[in-house]
């Protein structure tokens, strides 16, 4: 069977960059951005429509591990995100089955359990997390340290939400991972040939 | 300063040999035992007793933190296991002003916060520590499966009042470590030299 690393993490932790380091030091596929276009090409919707649509919960307050499909008799969008979720569910089944790869966010973790996993979940304290985005650049340039603070809490606010909807599992519980990094005191750089030692001491 | 790795973990996860191990790996001193007959040696009382009371948080249910000195007034049981922690505090401080040291357990994360400590957290699943404890022998094989699972629980459960008590933060919230580590699909003897050299590419 193919070895697999997922990757959970908070916003600004660096769990992007560990991810695409560790598919480097190691030889692996790296997925992330890859499932948008897929998912784009499949459903015939733009790619920007389907991030939004896989960043966010339907809006039903029914997870859907107990199994609702009653509730969503005859509400279009519910269904639209339902089967969007499940067509990417389709597309990291398909990368996994191809060959050994890192898989970023999306529920990785929960989705291929089958795979037996090394599932990784990346953190860090708020400070750090505003001088990451800060190094980063991009958006937050214009953010004042209030409002980058409130992007970061309502990025992961999101990413919480959607993990609990689609798995029935609170997002970030270190009994759903294998490891989790607080990168408040190192450098991701530094971490990835580290980690990719660690991950060959463990039956995956 | 002097570099401190801590190690808190749940019974039977392996922390323990963890700690020992990456003591021996890394040249550091390694105390567990020697802060309790260090104990026992201040206090005039024996290993044993003093081993039960740090075990337990006192029957008070006021956490220490938010200070209750007047309702410990008169309570000369209470004020016998608040010397007694106030004293197990002092020899940790002792210990990590001497040398480089691994201390395992006893809310060294919490107690020795101005060292900037490696803080790590050992658990796995249940399976995995009652396969730990059989292996290990002793007291366990004369338990049956349920009451191992019950001691097991119940240390757990013991482990948490205690550092909940007596710092204020709930016991295993990954926010208060830099590494929590999940033994089940990994032994603990090839991990040591990997945490070894990941405790290097952190800043402490």
């Known amino acids: 069977m193919n070895k697999i690393i997922t990757i959970g993490r908070e916003f600004g932790s660096g769990g992007r960059e560990l991810g695409r380091r560790l598919s480097e030091e190691l ?3 790296y997925y992330d951005q890859e499932i948008i276009s897929e998912l784009s090409k499949r459903t015939f919707l733009s790619e920007q429509y ?3 649509i896989v960043e966010h919960r339907p809006s039903f307050s029914f997870p859907i591990h107990i199994g609702q499909s009653f509730y969503a008799l005859g509400n279009p969008a519910f269904e639209q995100t339902m089967n969007i979720y499940k067509e990417q569910a389709r597309i990291i089944a398909e990368m996994a089955s191809k060959s050994d790869c890192v898989i ?9 359990n089958d795979y037996n996993p090394f599932r990784i979940f990346v953190y860090s304290d708020m400070e750090s997390k505003i001088k990451r985005c800060r190094e980063k ?4 340039e214009t953010l004042n ?9 309502g990025i992961d606010k999101k990413r919480a939400k959607y993990y609990e909807f689609y798995t029935g599992h609170p997002w970030g519980d270190k009994m759903n991972f294998d490891l ?13 040939p580290v980690i990719a030692k660690l991950f060959q001491s463990f039956s995956i």
Chains 1, 2 share one sequence.
Request: hydrophobic share 35%; glycine share 8%; charged share 25%.
């Open 180 to 192: 989790c990094i607080n990168t408040t005191k190192t450098s991701v750089k530094e971490l990835a």
């Open 137 to 140: 650049g991009s958006e937050s």
């Open 104 to 112: 970023v966010g999306r529920c990785a973790d929960y989705i291929l």
């Open 27 to 29: 030889g692996f596929a």
């Open 145 to 153: 340290e209030k409002e980058l603070r409130q992007k970061i809490s």
């Open 50 to 52: 389907v991030q939004a």
